[in-house]
Nanobody, 122 residues
C-alpha cells in the first residue's frame, strides 16, 4: 500500500490548510488512519486519528478544536482540515494506517506516507 500526502505549504498564522492522503490500494476502508507530525529536532507525534468507518476520532490536545480529521472511503482519501494555524504547527505531516485503531492512537502504523511540509509564519 502506498500513501501519498498533499496540500502542505506556507501560510501565515491564523490561516488554514487542508491536507489530503490518498491510498493506492482498494482496501482503504479496513484501515484506521492517522495524521502525525514531526518538527525539526522533535519527536514524531500523533495529531489526529480516525477509525476505519469514522465512528471514533482522536485529537492531540494541541490541535483539538482547530483541526478536523475526516475520510472518504469511496475515494480512498484521508483529510486534515487545519484552521487557526500557529507557528508551532510548523512540521512535516505524515499519514499512516493500521488495521488496529489503538495502534494509530499510540503513534504507530503499518504503512506510512513520505510527508508534506507545513510552514506557519508569525
Amino acid at each position: 500500500v502506498r500513501l501519498l500526502e498533499s496540500g502542505g505549504g506556507s501560510v501565515q498564522a491564523g490561516g488554514s490548510l487542508t491536507l489530503s492522503c490518498t491510498a493506492s490500494a482498494g482496501t482503504f476502508g479496513i484501515y484506521a488512519m492517522g495524521w502525525f507530525r514531526q518538527a525539526p529536532g522533535k519527536a514524531r507525534e500523533v495529531v489526529a486519528a480516525i477509525s476505519n468507518q469514522a465512528v471514533s476520532t482522536f485529537y492531540a490536545d494541541s490541535v483539538n478544536g482547530r483541526f478536523t480529521i475526516s475520510r472518504d472511503n469511496g475515494r480512498g482519501t484521508l483529510y486534515l482540515q487545519m484552521n487557526a494555524l500557529k507557528p508551532e504547527d510548523t512540521a512535516t505531516y505524515f499519514c499512516a494506517q493500521s488495521t488496529t485503531y489503538a495502534i494509530i492512537r499510540a503513534g504507530g502504523g503499518e504503512h506510512w506516507g513520505r510527508g508534506t511540509l507545513v510552514t506557519v509564519s508569525s
